[in-house]
């Protein structure tokens, strides 16, 4: 059973950087891995995919600001954020599949990111 496990969450001033981390126990180089975050009493947003090919789509929400990445080698994905906003406050969970598609295989169990003053 592959294991998804994250990392690098925590709490920032608006306008900080925080670089979460998503390693896989298993071999990524053929999924597609995504970032999702969720708040208390919100539904959850897909923030950032990155396919096999390193193609990447982002919410309009973080367009600009937060960069997917993927590092085969070392079975992880990563979620650079830049200039954090309140509202960017979440949980936020790494996915895989190979469909790239929902249901999604494998996901972790989350890091939080908290902005504020």
């Known amino acids: 059973q592959v294991q998804l496990v994250e990392s690098g969450g925590g709490s920032v001033q608006p306008g900080g950087s925080l670089r979460l981390s998503c390693t896989s126990s298993g071999y990524i180089y053929l999924d597609c891995m995504y970032w999702f975050r969720q708040e208390i009493g919100k539904e959850a947003e897909e923030v950032a995919k990155i396919d096999v090919d390193h193609g990447t789509t982002y919410a309009d929400s973080v367009k600009g600001r937060f960069t997917i990445s993927r590092e085969n080698a070392k079975n992880t994905v990563y979620l650079e954020m830049n200039s954090l906003k309140p509202e960017d406050t979440a949980t936020y969970y790494c996915?895989?599949?190979?469909?790239?598609?929902?249901?999604?295989?494998?996901w972790g169990q989350g890091t939080r990111v908290t902005v504020s003053t």
């Open positions: 996915a895989a599949d190979r469909n790239c598609h929902p249901p999604f295989d494998y």
